[in-house]
């Protein structure tokens, strides 16, 4: 952490930055495999079951990775391990039950074996917080590096090299698709656990876990907003919408994600840097960064979108344009406000990035049903964009009011 604050801030920002690109890059690929191979019907069932499952794992971390990064210089890395593991299974399972009865009632419209795989994902969310948590405390200790963005997104480097191999060997369904993506987030999750040294070994106490829970609070709070935001839009038009409008608004949404990648591994650079207080320059150079780089690859995706996505994904696609140029300009904000929390949350400000995000994400709650009935796919779009703009708005002036309180505690 030290040698590397001598450097400057959009130098550490490539090797993260570029590793996730490239393997979203990679994984561009798959869209229009599985697209063509699949249909659009196999498209929104593959969503069914990836969509819900992403969730989940995302909620039920329970903000336990971040305390873990938060609490690294305070207690054991082996404690923090094993209460990982422990949280993971007294939370985890009883969801993971309750999903496998459910996904009948949930899934009624999709093929059987959707239903199948959701029960397996589901068992599959346990192992993301142990993986996880030891991803956050490895890059709060060595900063954020292509190493750690390079485990943070190993699943989805596995799933786009097994779909590339099975359609070249002409197997690709809907039951091996579903296979490849759930058998790449158990090895890669498994990979990680082993790698950073995170298997259990039973010293797990109940004081070591409240801990954890205490600290990650913003952070679970942020994330359930995220993906609130981010992904709730979809997890309703699986249940009001069709198959095929889920997948065209998936694809819709992949697109206008191409910025996340290089936006995450940002992030992962800021959020330690302000852990070390080591200033603001990062943060401050951060947030120009991607604004600007998210605004030119938005306007790029909306100018070349109505003949590429057609193009790539097939003539079944050509509603996904609309409702890409919808999405587009929220996702450049959101990527915006998405650097402005790390530095928060790097700083212990969490409850700032809860009010903000908080806000946004209710309101994009309450509405998407509604809104869905009455303008379908476009108007979770179109809502999805606001909310985004409206959690940006919030992030700003909470910086700001932090700026001032500090210049002011200076001066007096």
Known sequence: MTSSAAVHPIRRFLGPGTTESAIFALSLLTGPIVSRGLGDDGRGSVAAVVVPVQLLTWVFMLGIPYGSAMLVNELPKRRIVDSTWRIALVVNLPVAIVGWFAAPLLLDTHPDE???????????VILGLPATSAIHHRMITTGGTWRTSLAINAHLLGYSV?????ALVGELTLTTTLCAWIGSLVAASALVVLVYRAVPHGLADAETARRLFRTGRPNAAVTLATVSLGRLDQVF??????SASLGHYAIAVTTAQISVPVTNGIASVVLPDAFAKS???VERTAIRFVFALSLAIALLSAVTAPWLLPWV???DFEPSVGLLWLLLPGQVLFN??????????????GSDAVRTIGLAALVSTVMLAPVIQLFGAAGAAALTSVCQGLFLSGVLRARRHRQVATTTDVLA
Not at 114 to 124: K, S, Y
Not at 162 to 166: D, F, G, Q
Not at 336 to 349: I, N, P, Y
């Open 336 to 349: 915006t406000a998405w650097v402005c929390s790390a530095g928060q949350l790097g700083r212990g400000e």
């Open 237 to 242: 038009l699986a249940v009001l919408g069709t």
């Open 279 to 281: 200033g603001g320059s």
């Open 114 to 124: 959707v239903v199948t795989w959701f029960r397996v994902g589901m068992l599959c």
């Open 162 to 166: 097994a779909v590339v191999v099975l």
């Open 313 to 315: 994904f097939g003539r």
